[in-house]
């Protein structure tokens, strides 16, 4: 199972939008409304952000969304703050008990 | 809280083995599947294993299958991780996390502070 894609980096101003592309194959995000989005701050453990393309867990800010068209997923965070600055991962349930990553995109707040 | 506390990592030889734990707290475990994810030094992260909330059924991504072996203990509300045949590109942090299941499925809600594997000569 190939890794998903995601762009190695992404940069904001504060207050700013930006948005992170993943994209996988039919097999995977295009095939399965399970796509998770992760923040993980260095030398920390993962957190959960998004799961099922659009919905936020508890306590998660709604300046966080998800979305998904085709094989692709997005995550848009709105309103950048400093603490947002970090890695952002996506997964994706791939089918046969096996879940797929992405590579991983850095964000940059300006 | 709801805590997952991994332990058992080191330095390991190549061809030796290793058994990882997971311990987890706040939660009913014997209700929850859990997963093994790993993450080598400077890239980004791999689901390993997945064991269901009873231990009825496992699964194994590729790259692991037949050296790496998944188990709990839902008397002591622990999870494990044995390792054998092991190789350079094991070396990760290897993080439990359990399963979204009804509330967020198919996705890793919680997840431990992770436990660092080197496996060199």
């Known amino acids: 199972q190939s890794a998903l894609t995601q762009p190695p980096s992404a940069s904001g101003s504060p207050g700013q939008s930006v948005t992170i592309s993943c994209t996988g194959t039919?097999?995977?995000?295009?095939?399965?409304?399970?796509v998770s989005w992760y923040q993980q701050h260095p030398g920390k453990a993962p957190k959960l952000m998004i799961y099922?393309?659009?919905k936020r867990p508890s306590g998660v800010p709604d300046r966080f969304s998800g979305s998904k068209s085709g094989n692709a997923a997005s995550l848009t965070v709105s309103g950048l703050q400093a603490e947002d600055e970090a890695d952002y991962y996506c997964?994706?349930?791939?089918?046969?008990?096996?879940?797929?990553f992405g590579g991983g995109t850095k964000l940059a707040v300006l | 809280q709801v805590q997952l506390v991994e332990s058992g990592g080191g330095v390991v030889q190549p061809g030796r083995s290793l058994r990882l734990s997971c311990a987890a707290s706040?939660?009913?475990?014997?209700?929850?599947?859990m997963h093994w994810v790993r993450q080598a030094p400077g890239k980004g992260l791999e689901w390993v294993a997945q064991?269901?909330?009873?231990?009825?059924?496992?699964y194994y991504a590729d790259s692991v299958k037949g050296r790496i072996t998944i188990s709990r203990d839902n008397s002591q509300g622990t999870l494990y991780l044995q390792m054998n045949s092991l190789r350079a590109d094991d070396t990760a942090v290897y993080y439990c996390?359990?399963?979204?299941?009804?509330?967020?499925?198919?996705?890793?809600?919680?997840w431990g502070q992770g436990t660092m594997v080197t496996v060199s000569s």
């Open positions: 997964t994706s349930y791939a089918g046969n008990n096996n879940w797929v």
């Open positions: 706040g939660f009913t475990f014997s209700s929850h599947a």
């Open positions: 064991i269901w909330y009873d231990g009825s059924n496992k």
């Open positions: 039919s097999s995977d995000v295009g095939g399965y409304n399970y």
């Open positions: 996390a359990r399963d979204g299941q009804q509330l967020a499925r198919y996705s890793f809600d919680i």
């Open positions: 099922e393309v659009n």
